[in-house]
């Protein structure tokens, strides 16, 4: 998720209450209204119904479509807009999770951190212990409405290094996900808010402006951003200002840019590509509430198994349906429920399924491997004065700032939690890189990232009644380590196994700590004095290289930036789960699309990467349809593709192979 876990003091203003979407029930611990929910609830945001959005399996059109799309979230949106742009193109959408419609807190873009975790839009997962973390879980958000995690998340838009993309078509040996032929996407894809008196802060030629997606500088100055500019002054050498890190050169400190549309409210995938222009198509049908529980094996074609049939549930305890693509089932859950409803499905480590008394069609050990995360560390320094915007979520305020926000667009709650980040190296002669290579993706790739917050932003810590406080946030944005999910049981409607096994390798941990001190000597600079009064909290105690590992094994929490559970690899490799065309290895049929397909995390939030992915993806379903239409030889057994056990050991050498 981009830009940080939830804030909790946000929270604890904006859950708790009946309102106009009672049956969320966000918070049951809580009882009465407060005032800040009162005024929710007489400013609920109201949007046009939507045509073809449907809540009941009754009401569908048919059973059969081209296609079915399994997730409306960041990627799925982009492949049902896209491929319903050819109007003799039939397409279903089964989406799990309720609408975005009228959802305050994801419309006005500060509030967004009260949307997860333990909430109506979020699947609520928990990891399980995590040694690198001293055995902590933690929740593990993933947006359960239209638009996914998109309609959840903190909106930081950021495409990734240039050196990432063509990492990606060198690992796949598909030249096509390369920077220069991912291009053609930005246009068709984004809208850059252009503002006119602030050039300095974007590079024009690196951004689109006739696509979908909303995207924009923020729109309110804050007490940090000329400290922060003249940081960039006078340590340039370390802290070099960068005009635009969406054009490819990721390196440097640069203004944010988030999926904020021009009246200042959230632009997600839901808003954009399943906005009242698209879905309203009449050959695009989307059903919310529907859990894909299975995946079922429907024939054979050219000996391997064939999948064009979902079974879906309204709930738990609720209705059982099943719907039919003539030509491809797209998974695009992300990266916890793609890789579960594989497995469900009987796609998977077969050992893993026997377990759970599931028959393994496909014996696949990659399924669901390789989950890779950037760790989030987030450091609170006390500040002076009242320009921070903690006060903005104290008293009345809130309800002022809400006010101000629904008659103008503007003030605090206008914008996302950072108007500044940085991506970073670490000097070439670090230690570690004596017997180490070095694991960015190339040169122009970043080690480390952090970004600066005009607010309190701790994970699971509420903000104290007084004070002000300014976070940085710092993560390895190219890790090392891989962890894994898999099934607890065989139910559909239960929570996987999550570890992203955090902090597990010595560059992990190496650069997770470098990326402190970073902070540290930024903090340090003269543009700080007299405004920043001091760390906070455990923060205080990081002054030695023990003192900080103990700061960040304690704090250090998760950006829900997952990846890699259902991961691309070269056409014909043993290991992996799709082909670089997003084919489903070992079956006919299913193609995935979304983040887990992505082999290494780039130098950005992932939302920007996944978008376009989706796109590219978009274009192969179209290019590969004629080449779908293969007749099918229904058979009455399973029939078992196998990959090695070997693919397991050698899918861990090749993922941290360092290019």
Known sequence: MACLRHSHHIKTKLIGCSNDIAAYKLDARLHSCSSTMVLLRSLWLVAPAWAALYTSPKDLPDTTFDYVVVGAGTAGSVVANRLTEDSNVTVLVLEAGVTNENVTASI????????????????????????????????????RMLGGSSSVNYMVYTRGSKDDFDRYAKYSGDD???????????????????????????????????????????????????????????????????????????????????????NNARSSAATAYLGP?????????????????KLVQTGTVDDVPSFHKVEFKTGSQGDTGSVSATTEIVLSGGSINTPMLLMLSGIGDQDELKDLDITAIVNNPSVGKNLTDHPLLASVYSVQG????????????????????????TGALADGVCNHLAFL????????????????????????????????????????ETGS??????????????????LANDDPFGKPLINPNYLSTEWDVFALRESIKTIQRFVNASAWDNYVIGPFGQFANATTDDGIDTYMRNNSATFFHPISTAMMSPKGASWGVVDPDLRVKGVEGLRIVDGSVLPYLPNA???????????????????????????STETDGASHVSFSAFTIALTILTMTMLY
């Not at 694991?439 to 810590?461: D, K, M, T, Y």
């Not at 406080?469 to 890790?479: K, Q």
């Open 108 to 143: 006005i873009p500060l509030l967004g951190p009260s949307l997860v975790p333990n909430t109506v839009f979020d699947y609520n997962y928990t990891t399980v212990p995590i040694a690198g973390y001293f055995n902590r879980t933690l929740p593990y958000a993933r947006g």
């Open 176 to 262: 096509g996900w390369s920077w220069d032929s991912m291009q053609k996407y930005i246009d068709r894809h984004e809208t850059f808010i252009t503002p006119s008196d602030r050039r300095e802060q974007f590079a024009a030629d690196a951004h689109g402006t006739s696509g979908i997606l909303q995207v924009s500088l923020p729109a309110t100055g804050t007490v940090l951003d000329q400290r922060v500019l003249d940081t960039t002054t006078e340590l340039s050498d370390e802290f070099p200002f960068n005009e635009d890190p969406n054009d490819g050169s990721v390196l440097g400190v640069a203004w944010s840019q988030a999926t904020i549309d021009g």
């Open 277 to 293: 222009d698209f879905i309203s198509r009449p050959n695009l049908h989307v059903l919310i509430g529907a859990t894909a529980t």
């Open 386 to 409: 009242t320009d921070s915007f903690d006060d903005v979520f104290r008293g009345d305020n809130l309800e002022k700032a809400i006010g101000e926000w629904m008659q103008n667009g």
């Open 425 to 464: 190296r670490l000097p070439d002669n670090s230690s570690i890189f004596d017997g180490m290579a070095d694991p960015a993706a190339g040169p122009n790739a970043a080690h480390i990232e952090f970004i600066v917050s005009n607010l309190w932003v701790q994970p699971g810590i509420p903000a104290p």
């Open 469 to 486: 406080f300014m976070t940085l946030t710092t993560t390895v944005i190219s890790p090392t380590s891989r962890g894994w999910m898999k």
């Open 605 to 631: 939030h992932t939302q920007g990467p996944i978008y376009l992915f989706a796109e590219r993806g978009a274009d192969l379903i179209k290019a590969g349809s004629s080449a779908n239409a293969s007749s």
